[in-house]
């Protein structure tokens, strides 16, 4: 038997209006940035061809969405930079993911300045949400603060601060290091 999705049609090709519907739709449905409008853009003109007299122009169409208020690359970079503190994430983790969302750097600035504020809160977040040292229920042994260690790490922390918190004992004061 022939399952409902093959049987439909293509979809039709790209015209001037229907890939500004298409990035309307997007921008309407997910938080973006000019970068990933593009790239999007570009990758549906792959898929489905393009119908129109003269060639796309995605960077007039990226720009003009921008002009209007539809994207903005520093807001972005901003909610983003929030939700990496909330989240437990450090700096070199929020800047990985300003760089591949195309975030320019003057567009990043703000971003990475709330970072810097909210340095210890973010790894204070962490800690809390994975139990790690002040916030476990036990001391870890050698093995599990090693990993623990990593954890912090990979999750964008710089090396003394990860260790500040895994050589933590249950229940010390987090104030007292400020």
């Known amino acids: 038997m022939n399952s409902p999705r093959a049987a439909k049609k293509p979809a039709p090709p790209l015209n001037d209006e229907r ?3 298409l990035a309307l739709h997007y921008v309407g449905k997910y938080a973006t940035t000019q970068a990933k409008l593009g790239t999007y853009l570009n990758r549906k003109i792959r898929e489905r061809g393009w119908d129109g007299e003269r060639g796309a122009d995605i960077a007039m169409l990226v720009e003009q969405f921008a002009a209007l208020g539809y ?27 300003l760089r591949a969302s195309g975030i320019g750097q ?31 229920q036990e001391a ?39």
């Open 19 to 21: 890939l500004r519907q």
């Open 71 to 97: 994207i903005n690359d520093a807001q972005f970079a901003e909610a983003r930079s929030r939700s990496f503190v909330r989240r437990g994430y450090g700096e070199r983790r929020l800047n990985e993911d």
């Open 106 to 136: 003057a567009d990043a600035i703000p971003a990475k300045a709330h970072m810097e504020e909210s340095t210890l809160s973010a790894a204070e977040n962490f800690a809390r949400r994975k139990r790690i040292g002040p916030f476990a």
């Open 140 to 178: 870890a042994t050698p093995e599990k603060r090693n990993k623990q260690l990593n954890a912090f790490l990979r999750a964008g922390h710089s090396f003394e601060l990860a260790k500040r918190f895994v050589y933590a004992e249950p229940g010390d004061e987090i104030g007292d290091w400020i």
